[in-house]
């Protein structure tokens, strides 16, 4: 009996076309984490359950796959943050800091099985861990990070959205709020609640009406990145919290100037109310201008101490993370994907009733040049010979016949131009470069 092939939901598998430009994409992001100096790490996909859930169980402990069958509890990692923690506290005495690290690779989570989410997916992760304390600088760094990948995927219209989580915490200490995770929690669901929905959510957390009013009032301001400090700096709020926060979100905006990112592609904004159970100082946030629905594509953060729960060294880190498999399908739902131009050529190489002797040796020339090519070993007919071609994006069919064998020359078709062309093995090098 015949097994129906097929893949696991929550699971991506793409074709050889697709997995192409998901790899240059993967590529894109590695190459710009590494021009910034950021060392690679490969940490293992199974860890103990016990350092997955040192910082406690909750959803976690619901979203997290356990293996079975080992004399050790082991699970597989749900994000790359942990791992790294784990890392760096059996590790920091071997590191020098600040230490950049960034890792590639796939993470695994009991997703609730719906369109767009998935149990299986990359995660592409950066951050900067410091000794005791950390420049905000790197903070900065990150919103350049983020500005020169989404560029070279070729998306000119986004917003990088930057807070800090110190204003408005401090913000509702000033009014008389005690529970402050519990109203930013409330907070973060504005844009999906709207105004009416989180006065009530926060009155039944008994905040008073004045200041519920004052609260929704701040998080509604909307204004150039100096206009929004202005606005801040006018309110006259005497909380030590506050006033740190928005020191440190002037320091972060006057770093962002001198990286050159475009004034158009970041924005502070007092919505932003991200990562809760994470961040504690700077959040980011990057939509795309033109398809805020596709949310967040890429985020992040900063955090007072990344080993708090595995070293009693203290810590800090900021960090950003690109979820691939998760933006890779959302872009390909909206037919934006990008579109690469290979620098590289590549070439089909098509005997046509002669020995496979010579075409070998036209291969073998091609890729001593760094070509990349093929040659076709089975027989095709001609319209199957182009149609492979065109599937598999070659840019040139090097057609060899007798007559080519005999005259030691190439037949050769340029499937973009329809160029038809004669030429010399050592005239391939003419075609390459």
Do not use: W
């Amino acid at each position: 009996m015949l097994v129906k092939p097929s893949i696991l939901p929550g699971t991506m598998e793409l074709l050889p076309h697709e997995q192409l430009i998901f790899n240059r994409m993967k590529d894109i992001i590695r190459e710009t984490y590494e021009l910034f100096s950021f060392l690679p790490i490969d940490t293992p996909a199974l860890e103990k359950t016990e350092i997955l859930l040192a910082k406690g169980g909750g959803e976690t402990e619901k979203q997290i796959y356990n293996i079975a069958n080992t004399s050790t509890e082991t699970s597989l990692r749900f994000d790359l943050t942990v791992p790294l923690a784990r890392y760096v506290s059996m590790h920091e005495h071997e590191l020098k800091f600040p230490f950049k690290r960034y890792q590639i690779a796939k993470v695994y989570r009991g997703e609730r099985n719906q369109k767009g989410r998935y149990r299986e997916f990359y995660q592409c992760d950066c951050d900067i861990i410091g000794d005791e304390k950390l420049s905000k600088f790197y903070d900065a760094e990150l919103v350049k990070i983020i500005s020169i990948i989404f560029k070279k995927f070729g998306f000119d219209k986004f917003t990088i959205m930057i807070n800090n989580r110190n204003i408005m915490n401090g913000f509702l200490k000033s009014q008389g709020v005690e529970d402050t995770v519990e109203a930013v929690r409330a907070l973060d669901k504005y844009d999906k609640i709207g105004r009416d929905s989180l006065e009530e959510l926060l009155l039944n957390q008994g905040i008073k009406t004045d200041s519920v009013k004052n609260i929704i009032d701040l998080i509604e301001f909307e204004g150039t990145n100096e206009e929004t400090i202005a606005h801040l700096e006018g309110l006259g709020i005497d909380n030590e919290i506050f006033l740190k926060g928005l020191a440190e979100m002037k320091e972060v905006l006057e770093n962002i100037k001198l990286f050159n990112v475009d004034k158009n592609n970041y924005k502070f904004t007092l919505k932003l109310q991200r990562g809760l159970d994470y961040y504690t100082s700077t959040v980011i946030e990057t939509v795309l201008d033109d398809y805020k629905e596709l949310g967040s594509v890429a985020g992040g953060g900063s955090y007072e101490n990344l080993t708090q729960f595995y070293s009693k060294r203290e810590l800090p880190g900021v960090g950003i993370s690109i979820g691939l498999t998760r933006l890779f399908f959302q872009l390909s739902e909206k037919n934006i994907l990008p579109k690469f131009e290979s620098e590289e050529k590549s070439f089909l190489v098509a005997p046509l009733d002669i020995d496979m002797s010579y075409a070998i040796s036209v291969l073998n020339e091609l890729h001593e040049l760094g070509a990349h090519s093929e040659v076709l070993y089975s027989k095709m007919k001609m319209k199957k010979i182009f149609d492979f071609a065109e599937s598999y994006s070659f840019d040139y069919i090097i057609f060899l016949g007798q007559e080519e064998l005999e005259n030691k020359k190439l037949s050769v078709r340029d499937l973009k131009s329809k160029e038809n062309i004669s030429i010399s093995i050592d005239e391939l090098k003419t075609l390459i470069k």
